[in-house]
């Protein structure tokens, strides 16, 4: 059953911070090519997050700063518009004095960045439904989702019912809905043009328990494209 097309694809190069919005991507076990690949690391040696858990820490500030890939490497803007690249030996020091503590820049090694599952599933139907409770339409950068499936004839929370079955994403990715995405205040945050706003995490718990979204496992790599048809599969 053909659900939809893929309407957005986004990446985030370092964990926490602003990402990039890209048309075409590689697919890799791992998730999107280079996704959540570096992370701030504090000096306790977890890593900045927008909530505290053995691995994560709360660390103000990331949503200030966006990264984008130059080839293999993390560019990350500051609020000043300057632009450092995750290759500079300065880059510790321009992080560390923009959180506030003494922090590196640190690619994935034997700790996962991820907090739950390598890709996240979002669909417009569940954006509508969100929108429906707070009175307005929601902007779906606030989930951070790395594929936004478009279902304009579809309302609801779509994608909690694909739990265990499959999506085929164009001609060649496959991946298994494993489980919905929890959600934490970072829904809440401002970003780029959007203002913080505290409703949106309690319109969420109010709607689904405070999940949003699904997470998916790879079960065939290969590209995606903004465009491309998304197929359903029990």
Request: proline share 5%; hydrophobic share 40%.
């Amino acid at each position: 059953m053909m659900v939809g097309t893929l309407a957005e694809l986004r990446r985030f190069p370092v964990k926490s911070l602003l990402g990039e919005s890209l048309t075409e991507a590689m697919v890799q076990e791992r998730g999107l090519t280079g996704d959540r690949l570096w992370a701030v690391r504090g000096a306790d040696g977890r890593f900045g997050s927008g909530k505290t858990t053995r691995r994560f820490r709360q660390m103000g500030g990331l949503f200030q700063l966006t990264a984008r890939y130059d080839g293999a490497v993390p560019v990350l803007r500051f609020p000043s518009g300057r632009h450092v690249r995750g290759d500079d030996p300065g880059v510790h020091a321009a992080l560390s004095g923009h959180v506030g503590e003494p922090v590196t820049l640190t690619a994935e090694a034997d700790v996962s960045h991820f907090d739950e599952g390598p890709l996240h599933v979002l669909t417009t139907a569940s954006l509508r439904h969100l929108g429906t409770l707070l009175g307005g339409p929601v902007d779906g950068r606030r989930f951070r989702a790395n594929l936004l499936i478009d279902v304009p004839a579809a309302s609801g929370l779509l994608e909690d019912g694909w739990l265990g079955q499959s999506l085929h994403v164009g001609d060649e990715v496959v991946l298994r809905v494993t489980r919905r995405m929890t959600r934490c205040v970072m829904v809440n945050n401002a970003q780029d043009d959007l203002p913080h706003d505290g409703r949106i995490l309690r319109a969420v718990a109010a709607a689904d328990e405070p999940a949003f979204g699904v997470l998916a496992s790879v079960e065939r790599g290969g590209t995606v494209r903004t465009g491309d048809p998304v197929v359903r599969r029990g």
